[in-house]
């Protein structure tokens, strides 16, 4: 019961003491459940005295004394045992009973209320500040109604501070739509015969459908709810709002405020506001409102309050359109937590029925859509509930005080991903030479359901859809248009389960981890590509400027901590950054091959980052020309020392395959198969040595772009190096063989005859590649 209570009654992440709820309760409790009133006690007494003659039950009432009169062994106590037993029965039904009845009628008289913030929440819930503010506030609404003065004409929020509600405030009709299905749902939100309050202000008809066709997606708990769910979405909460304002007094609006419980704004990932004029197809442009954080006197606690300042003040007569676009992560919570390998995953969404609001309002509509196909578990059913399919409406509520709340839980099956990166780093470095290197460093988890139990990799493979329902398998990025020179790796090497396609407009990669993400795992990789320099850097009032996306490329991810390092040139000077939205923002200095003063760099770090972060920003620089010509001889002279690095380890690699040819012509000679056998232990290891020493050469001319025209010939030399490596591995590995089985000469010959064909061939072109890069 305790954790149905803290379930509908409190929303994920709150800090509340369920035990000082408990015994606060208690004492509230305790007169209601076992005192007795004085009217009833003097009525009793008063009984007592006058109503005895011929009264069998007073009468044995009033004989009770003679138990202690007579003592124990007096003959109204036969039997010692029986006695004993009774008064200890008699005790411990009293003291079990007094121990859970009293807990028992706090959780369920608390249970019965209908809303958490309104009229009907008991006190003991509340901390005595709390208590005591709220009570101030009531006391203070009511002596304001009283009175009925409309207040000072001066220029007021809309609304204005619950001191002035609910009479003198305006009523709000509005409705909600959540929508899992796709991010194109809308939330309509109309009022007929809008009313009005002492101050002229009046909300009038909110279309849905103008939303829809700007392509705004309204991210939250905020006049409409949507729970919106498509592939590799995560845990975010989707809706869509659309309000137009009207003014009819002679008094002007100059901002509207928007309030959020604390527990939800913790979670606030983003926030804007917009406005256009007209309605439906007739709408013109948009324009972004200043939205920040203010803190109005006399609110309520726990709540969080943004403000959003219209273009101007809105006169009388006057109205406009505002659309709230807002994101929430981490607002789906798992239930259960942990879950074994061949259950689904379920989640349970929890808000209100009810718009939470400074304003009255007068009429509303909540509707919650779930994904095609989802099974729906569990939902909190209110008066006018309805389910169609796997639509859940709410409603239509009408004449809600301010600050009204209705808690409802949504129960659903629901097995998309659940990506959220704890950390990533973006690199993002400049050059010259025409390219713009990014590399991406991603720490990932599963935060949906945790797994149970052992993981089967037999039963995943053969029933995945039902035995690994919960994991998710690949994820999608979608990379700028002329993206080259992609790569995908972790700390292993490079992972071969990627597929990459695109053209002149979009370059998409679909990656794969190395193993299913069930709840809870974490992978770590690294995302590399390549970007043409004229795309995104230009030059205005005599400065250069990077201008490129901030956010991840994968879709629908959440970051927990997103850094973001931009690597200018060598020499860079006056550097500065532009976001258009708060930021971290700090410098460093990288150093790289023989660089002398080292690469400026700017980094920005934001937390809690979600898709419509995925804006452009600038990063501003000055650079010399004559730094740029040493900067080109500085690079070219990297590329050339890494070149010669791994020319002389391809070189080395061909010596030691020699030395393994001349073991197996001394086999033939001697016939000392230990010999042979401990020569090609050795060799392994000398190659793995090499293999790992190219890997950082490679990955360096990787990212410098003087290196773009004779990177593909290196790579091709590295590729046959390691084919003609195997070749020869398997024919020593058929020759020891042979020797071992005691075959003859020319039966070891017929049997390694193609594998020598192809070493041969090999070894020539592997030959031909180094003087072919000698040249370039």
């Known amino acids: 019961m305790r954790q149905g209570f803290v379930s509908v009654h409190l929303a994920p992440g709150s800090k509340f003491d369920f035990q000082k709820y408990i015994t606060s309760s208690l004492e509230d409790d305790f007169k209601v459940v076992v005192g007795i009133s004085p009217l009833l006690c003097g009525s009793a007494v008063l009984y007592l005295l006058l109503n005895v003659h011929g009264l069998q039950a007073m009468f044995w009432l009033s004989i009770m004394p003679l138990i202690y009169e007579f003592g ?79 207040g000072p004409a001066a220029t007021r929020k809309l609304g204005g501070s619950p001191v002035e509600s609910p009479d003198n405030s305006p009523k709000l009709t509005h409705s909600h739509e959540t929508d899992q299905a796709n991010a194109s749902s809308t939330v309509d939100i109309r009022s007929e015969n809008p009313p009005r309050n002492d101050n002229g202000l009046e909300l009038g008809t909110f279309d849905l459908e103008s939303c829809t066709e700007m392509g705004i997606r309204f991210d939250l708990f905020f006049l409409s709810i949507a729970v919106l769910c498509a592939p590799c979405l995560s845990d975010l909460v989707l809706s869509k709002v659309d309000r137009r304002v009207e003014n009819i007094g002679s008094d002007p609006v100059s901002e509207v405020l928007l309030p959020f419980p604390d527990h939800q704004a913790k979670n606030l990932a983003y926030l804007a506001a917009t406005t256009n004029e007209g309605k439906g197809k007739t709408k013109g442009f948009t324009t972004s409102l200043p939205v920040e954080v203010v803190h109005p006197k006399g609110m309520p606690p726990a709540l969080t309050w943004y403000s959003v300042t219209l273009p101007k003040g809105l006169g009388q007569g006057e109205s406009l359109t505002l659309d709230v676009l807002a994101v929430f992560t981490h607002a789906l919570r798992p239930f259960p937590e ?16 009810y718009y939470l609001s400074p304003y009255i309002v007068k009429v509303q509509l909540l509707s919650v859509k779930l994904p095609p196909g989802t099974k729906l578990e569990s939902h909190t059913k209110l008066e006018k509930t309805e389910v169609s399919g796997s639509e859940i409406k709410y409603g239509p509520y009408e004449n809600h005080l301010s600050f009204s709340f209705s808690p409802i839980v949504v ?8 990506a959220v990166a704890q950390e990533l780093v973006r690199e993002i470095e400049i050059s010259h030479w025409g390219n713009v290197q990014v590399t991406e460093h991603y720490n990932l988890i599963h935060g949906g359901s945790q797994l149970m139990g052992e993981f089967s990799r037999l039963e995943y493979q053969a029933r995945p859809q039902i035995r690994g329902a ?117 410098h460093e200095t990288k150093f790289s091959h023989l660089d002398m003063v ?23 620089y000055k650079f010399n020309n004559i730094a740029f010509i040493a900067e080109g001889a500085i690079d070219w002279d990297e590329v050339q020392t890494a070149i010669q690095q791994v020319q002389r380890i391809i070189n080395r690699c061909l010596t030691i395959h020699d030395k393994l040819e001349a073991t197996l012509r001394d086999l033939s000679r001697t016939g000392d198969m230990q010999a042979c056998k401990a020569a090609r232990k050795a060799a392994d290891g000398l190659l793995k040595e090499l293999s790992k020493e190219l890997k950082p050469l490679l990955a360096f001319l990787h990212s410098c ?72």
């Open 411 to 418: 129960h659903f099956e629901n097995n998309q991903p659940f």
């Open 72 to 150: 124990l062994n007096s003959c109204f106590h036969n039997s010692v045992t029986l006695m004993v037993v009774r008064v200890a029965t008699g005790v411990g039904v009293q003291f079990f009973c007094s121990y859970i009845t009293l807990p028992l009628y706090a959780l369920v008289t608390q249970g019965l209320t209908n809303c958490f913030m309104g009229s009907n929440m008991k006190r003991s819930i509340f901390d005595e500040q709390t208590a005591k503010a709220l009570k101030n506030w009531r006391k203070n609404a009511l002596k304001k109604k009283n009175e009925g003065k409309p």
């Open 338 to 353: 942990k879950i074994p390998q061949d259950q689904p995953q379920r989640v349970a969404f929890q808000d209100s029925a």
């Open 598 to 620: 080292g690469r400026p760099v700017v980094v920005l770090e934001k937390m809690n980052v979600v898709q419509e972060h995925n804006q452009q920003f600038q990063v501003y």
């Open 470 to 586: 919960s994991a998710f398998r690949h994820l999608v990025a979608k990379l700028p248009p002329r993206a080259h020179s992609v790569y995908y790796r972790d700390e292993i090497g490079n992972i071969s389960t990627s597929h990459l396609w695109g053209d002149s407009r979009k370059t998409q990669l679909e990656i794969e981890p190395r193993y299913p993400m069930f709840g809870g795992w974490k992978t770590a990789f690294t995302i590399g590509y390549g970007l043409p320099l004229k795309d995104f850097l230009f030059q205005s009032e005599g400065k250069r400027f990077l201008n490129i996306s901030f956010g991840s490329p994968i879709k629908d991810l959440v970051i927990d901590c997103l850094i973001v390092k931009v690597v200018l040139p060598e020499g860079s000077k006056d550097v500065s950054g532009s976001v258009p939205f708060p930021v971290k923002q700090w």
């Open 705 to 776: 772009p003087q290196a773009a025209q004779i990177l593909p010939k290196v790579e091709e030399l590295v590729a046959k190096e390691r084919e003609l490596q195997e070749k020869l591995m398997v024919k020593h590995s058929t020759v020891v063989d042979s020797y071992e089985k005691k075959s003859g000469g020319r039966e070891i010959e017929n049997r390694i005859a193609s594998i020598q064909q192809k070493l041969t061939a090999l070894r020539q072109e592997v030959e031909d590649l180094l003087e072919v890069i000698d040249e370039i």
